[in-house]
């Protein structure tokens, strides 16, 4: 069975003229896209874990002294927009460009971004404008990516979902490396070298990208407007058919036959069988409204999650800087040494090792794509050791503020595949209880937050809070993370008519921005609710609402069920 598979696999590269050379099982194509994708997340997550902290730092320290209030909502517009512009780049792919020339122009308009705000220290105007162009090239660059990772395989093969699996590793690796050295960069060497760092990268991701393009074959090429009518006019009336002929597995047709004949007497054979072909239509059309329904139902639970999940850039750095203990003395502090050499020399450690199988498969026809690469890798390798030396150098540790949000990507590439295996051997339940969990565990993490900051006094300016609130908090968050996003997504694919996958998807990402915005503007409230009421109060709030709409989807689950008709 699998070598058939790999058979379909290989047929359907043939018929797009992708190099069928493959790397652990699936095509070389999808490292090449795992590499660019790695390098754009290092790119906008080193970026994003110095963003609230480098604002609300003092002036004296190099930052611009901005209040709490102030640096939420920026981050709100910030965070809102590059959810929102993906699905103009979209638009912008399929009409005009094609998926490459939109990822190129993409990664191009986000390098001149980073370069921009690596020289905010000249002018307040390249820190905006660096904003701006970061906000404009996601947008060309996140949809467009992700879409030629699916055309890669066939519509029905198992390793789809595992060639995901392995682009979605290649998106927290980049997470992770991004967070761990342009945050640590940015706050213990300068500001500007930490925006500089991520913008290099984005810069080596488009390259490798450009010289291996041909690896595609016409995966991503410009539009053909004459033979693109042609073929979605065909694919229009057979995705309508196929989903006709799915939605009436229900129906049964002998039983409908037999009811027509004996209420329909005096009907001719041609009026009863149009009787037959309405109701057919019509209960065709009740799965797909119902199934649109709950699409919505969960979009609308996601924009709580995601409320709740994204003060990790907000509200959750804040208390990070101001309210954590992260001065480190003695045992502790060597311990954490440690570790955090651990966390940063085994990640570099593993992605090279995917490295090193990809050019032994593509170097003699993409050399300069896996030479690129392979210098940036040896940048990498260079700050790594250069950061565990320099931390082992010196006495007392602090930890840096942007450390934490490491914790997010390195909980979801340790956590992944059991949770995978937990859905496929152990326990599978339905799509509205596994969001109905990751809200709750979501909100799990903070109240580990509430119960953590109980001791901070109202109106508090500081505090040194233990670390332990924040990692229990990220580990929560984590754990809810997949019980939601990849849970979200394949619900999305699964509930949406073939013909309005794309909306569909696009209203997803819209759901995203919608929370991250909220998360943002709610997270500006902080200092006036601590001081107010209390910091613990400020976190009890945002565990509350989650947790409503988390009894929502369990109370309305087997009604929900129902109107998925057979979709699990």
Known sequence: MNQEKDQDLVHHLAKQGVDDKMVMGHPASLFVLFFTEMWERFSYYGMRALLTVFLITEIVKGGWGWTNADAMELYAWYTGLVYLTPLIGGMIADKL????KAILWGALIMTLGHASMALEGTSQSFFYLGLVLMILGNGMFKPNISSMVGQLYPNNSKKKDAGYTIFYMGINSGAFLGMLLCGYIGEKVGWHYGFGLAGVFMFFGMIQFYFGQKIFGV???EPNPEKDKIIAAFNHVKQEEEEDNENNKEFDTDLVK???????????EEEKNNVLIYLKKAFSDKIVRDRLIVAGSLMVASIFFFFAFEQAGGSMTIFAKNYTQRVLEGN?????????????????????????????????????????????????????????NREFSVEN??????????????????????????????????????????????AVGFLALAYGSMS??????????????????????????????PVGLSYVSKLSPKKLAGLLFGLWFTASAIANFIAGMTGSYIDQIAEKYSMSTFFLIIAALPIFVALLLLIFNNKLKKMMHGIH
């Open 97 to 100: 460009t094609g998926y490459r």
């Open 219 to 221: 995966i991503g090429e």
């Open 258 to 268: 037999a009811e027509i004949d004996s209420k329909l007497t005096s009907a001719t």
């Open 332 to 388: 502790s502090g060597e311990i954490f040494k440690w570790v955090d050499a651990a966390l940063t020399i085994f990640p570099i450690l593993i992605v090279t090792w995917v490295l090193f199988k990809l050019s032994q498969q593509i170097f003699s026809k993409y050399p300069l794509t896996v030479i690129f690469t392979a210098i940036s890798f040896a940048i990498i390798w260079a700050l790594g050791i250069w950061k565990v």
């Open 397 to 442: 540790t602090e930890v840096t503020v942007s450390w934490f949000q490491i914790l997010n990507s390195f909980f979801i590439i340790t956590l992944a595949s059991s949770f995978s295996k937990l859905w496929e051997k152990v326990w599978n339940p339905s799509g509205p209880v596994k969001f109905a969990f990751g809200l709750i565990l979501v």
């Open 456 to 485: 901070i006094p109202s109106g508090a300016q500081t505090a040194s809070v233990s670390m332990i609130w924040l990692i229990l908090a990220y580990f929560f968050h984590t754990t809810g993370e997949l019980c939601v996003s």
